[in-house]
């Protein structure tokens, strides 16, 4: 079974712009979160989809938004990027919420790099 | 609000030394314990999950963790480490509404 995949690997972009980071679940998964991950501040929980709903979300300023499809496949989108906002951004897919373990997989992450 | 603390931030063991990481986290409710490692260059991956049960736990690689509810607290142990152990340790926490708290992680570095 594929794992997660997410794209693109790494994003490089200038203050002020916008981006959108892309997220394939595994096969039968329909759970999906995302997380900012930065040196010295470990994971930090964005938001949670599932059935393209949003469940959770996180303690991150409006201009991080996210979406989900029917496919299960997730998108973030971070607006008006900050310098702050270079980190990488990992998602992970769970079978479906609820379940007693909540066992998430998470994929390689997508490095961004705001100049 | 939930929280997950680890308390080592770095820790620097020699091979075959035992290992414990720390973990404690704040919630008043039923909560799913995580570890979670992230070995360099590579995804994070689950070492183990604890959500009821027996609250000794095993997993991979020969880590395990003992939930004490008493003490909020969800240690890793490994009672002797190898080089390729080197990688950082996350711990995290689920509730029941699947809001994911994760700590902000320990670095090990094992010496051969």
């Known amino acids: 079974k594929a794992g997660v995949t997410q794209t693109p690997r790494y994003l490089i972009k200038t203050r002020g712009q916008q981006v959108t980071l892309s997220c394939s679940p595994i096969?039968?998964?329909?759970?999906v979160s995302w997380y900012q991950q930065t040196p010295g501040q470990g994971l930090q929980f964005l938001f949670e989809?599932?059935?393209?709903?949003?469940?959770n979300k996180g303690n991150f300023p409006g201009r991080f938004s996210g979406r989900q499809f029917s496919n299960s496949r997730s998108e973030m989108n971070v607006s008006t990027l900050e310098l702050g906002d270079s980190a990488l951004y990992l998602c992970?897919?769970?079978?479906?919420?609820?379940?007693?373990?909540?066992?998430?997989?998470f994929g390689p992450g997508t490095r961004l790099t705001v100049t | 609000a939930q929280s997950v603390s680890q308390h080592n931030h770095h820790v620097i063991l020699s091979e075959a030394a035992s290992l414990e990481l720390g973990c404690n986290y704040s919630y008043g409710g039923t909560v799913n314990l995580f570890w979670y490692v992230q070995y360099p260059g590579q995804h994070l991956q689950l070492l183990l999950k604890y959500f009821s049960g027996d609250p000794l736990v095993k997993g991979i690689k020969g880590f395990e963790a003992e939930f004490i509810k008493s003490k909020f607290s969800f240690n890793l142990r490994k009672p002797s480490v190898q080089w390729s152990d080197t990688a950082e340790y996350f711990c995290?926490?689920?509730?029941?509404?699947?809001?994911?708290?994760f700590g902000d992680g320990t670095t090990l570095t094992v010496k051969p």
């Open positions: 995290a926490v689920i509730n029941n509404a699947g809001k994911s708290t």
């Open positions: 096969s039968g998964h329909r759970s």
């Open positions: 989809y599932f059935s393209e709903t949003q469940r």
């Open positions: 992970a897919s769970s079978p479906t919420p609820g379940t007693p373990s909540y066992e998430q997989y």
